[in-house]
């Protein structure tokens, strides 16, 4: 089974951005579509945005035009960049397979304080 840690969340200001990154042990990661998820207290997890091993990307309605996903197959590496964060974007971000085949990480908590 792969391993998924993801990183870069933290606390920050309406308006703000963000990079978080996801390490993949996954072999062979190129071949997997990948998505960020978030989720928040008492609500189940919920796909944010979305890249497939050819590289289109697709984003949830609530996101879309201010986060851009993208990937590094080499490093095994994925990223979401978040711009003009609202506050009903803080959550806890996970990444994994489309579908998810993985165990899931411990994601990282994104904060946006107005």
């Known amino acids: 089974q792969g391993k998924l840690m993801e990183s870069g969340g933290g606390l920050v200001q309406v308006g703000g951005s963000l990079t978080l990154s996801c390490t993949a042990s996954?072999?062979?990661?190129?071949?997997?579509?990948m998505g960020w998820f978030r989720q928040t207290p008492g609500n189940q997890r919920e796909l944010v945005a979305s890249?497939?091993?050819?590289?289109?990307?697709s984003y949830n309605e609530g996101v879309e035009g201010r986060f851009t996903i993208s990937r590094d197959n080499a490093k095994k590496l994925l990223f979401l960049r978040m711009n003009s964060l609202k506050p009903e974007d803080s959550g806890r971000y996970f990444c994994?397979?489309?579908?998810?085949?993985?165990?899931w990480g411990q994601g990282t908590q994104v904060t946006v304080s107005s």
């Open positions: 994994n397979s489309i579908p998810t085949f993985f165990p």
């Open positions: 996954v072999q062979p990661f190129n071949c997997y579509d």
């Open positions: 890249i497939k091993s050819g590289l289109s990307t």
